[in-house]
């Protein structure tokens, strides 16, 4: 059985996140004082707490999701003695491939919460609000084909693009607001549903650009090493372990396609996944990995009973 270890990223957020975890093992609590205090704030407080509008904030969410995630993969070692970077591959969906690359050991914990902390700062930066949009381009007839004539469209009065391949019947389109509507009139009419993102930005797309530039700035000094395991990259669907590689990439991730679907179909076939294990707030990416791989077993671990009753699978055999 070859095991993959998935991130989620922007979206799975929500108000008391983290708290049972932290409530369970003293090592999830010691993951969220070491992100507040790599972070000075009180971030913590912010997921268990809310108001909900200031998690929702991208300069927050990326961070708090990381640290989610992280804390999973901190308790699974230390209660559980199973360690993220043994598995086959780890894979993170947009801000969650740096949480994929903590889990591998190619970056520190202080340094994945303030890049991300950076990340969502830069990017809200990057494009006034308003100005931008993305849309959700869901339903049967939902395909890249269809995104991408959507897309073109939309190209006709301004910036639009797919940002996120996620599934066939799945699929992001983000850019300039008017691009985008034109994008969603189109969708329609090809016989997809559209249904407009409630984001402050338009993420992975080329207005993204002063965002990438401000991060290749702060990924040149971030200490980068090899990961233990294969990182399974957003922008080239493989997998990657080069340290300088992984640096590009990141980089070019802000303003470049999420080729989720493709990320997945090369795990569960020339990768020879047959377990994925979603490590985190939310079971988005569990509900993607089944629709793209459903031979393989997908399962998501945020609650305690998650983790024990995961751990003890593993220990089993089964």
């Not at 959700?136 to 991408?148: F, N, Q, R, V």
């Not at 850019?175 to 329609?188: C, F, N, Q, S």
């Not at 070019?252 to 569960?268: F, I, L």
Request: charge should be negative; aromatic fraction near 4%; proline fraction near 5%.
């Amino acid at each position: 059985m070859t095991l993959a270890f998935l991130f989620p990223g922007q979206g799975s957020q929500t108000v008391g996140m983290g708290g049972a975890l932290a409530g369970a093992f003293a090592s999830a609590r010691e993951v969220f004082d070491e992100v507040d205090d790599a972070l000075g704030q009180s971030l913590f407080m912010l997921m268990r707490e809310g108001p909900e509008d200031q998690l929702t904030l991208t300069e927050n969410a990326q961070p708090a999701l990381m640290a989610v995630s992280v804390a999973v993969a901190r308790v699974l070692k230390v209660e559980f003695g199973i360690d993220v970077s043994k598995a086959g591959y780890v894979a993170g969906h947009s801000l969650g491939e740096y949480s994929a690359l903590y889990g591998a050991g190619a970056i520190s914990l202080a340094d994945t919460a303030r890049l991300l902390k950076l990340r969502g700062q830069a990017m809200q930066r990057a494009v006034p609000v308003g100005k931008g949009a993305m849309a959700s381009l869901i339903g049967p007839k939902t395909d890249l084909a269809l995104a991408e004539a959507a897309a073109a469209a939309g190209s006709e009065v301004g910036v639009c693009v797919v940002a996120n391949d996620n599934n066939a019947g799945n699929i992001v389109i983000s850019g300039e607001k008017a691009a985008v509507d034109r994008a969603i009139e189109k969708a329609k009419e090809l016989g997809a549903r559209a249904i407009p993102l409630n984001v402050s930005a338009p993420f992975h797309c080329p207005l993204m650009q002063p965002a990438a530039d401000e991060m290749a700035d702060a990924l040149a000094d971030a200490k980068i090493i090899a990961p233990a395991v294969p990182v399974i990259a957003n922008v080239t669907a493989r997998p990657e372990t080069d340290p300088e590689v992984i640096r590009r990439l990141l980089v070019e991730q802000v303003t470049g396609r999420v080729r989720w679907r493709e990320s997945m179909e090369w795990m569960a076939g020339e990768g020879g996944v047959t377990r994925f294990a979603e490590v985190g707030s939310g079971k988005v990416l569990t509900g993607m990995a089944k629709r793209i791989a459903p031979d393989a077993e997908s399962l998501a671990l945020n609650a305690p009973e998650d983790l024990e009753a995961f751990a003890k699978s593993v220990t089993s055999g089964e």
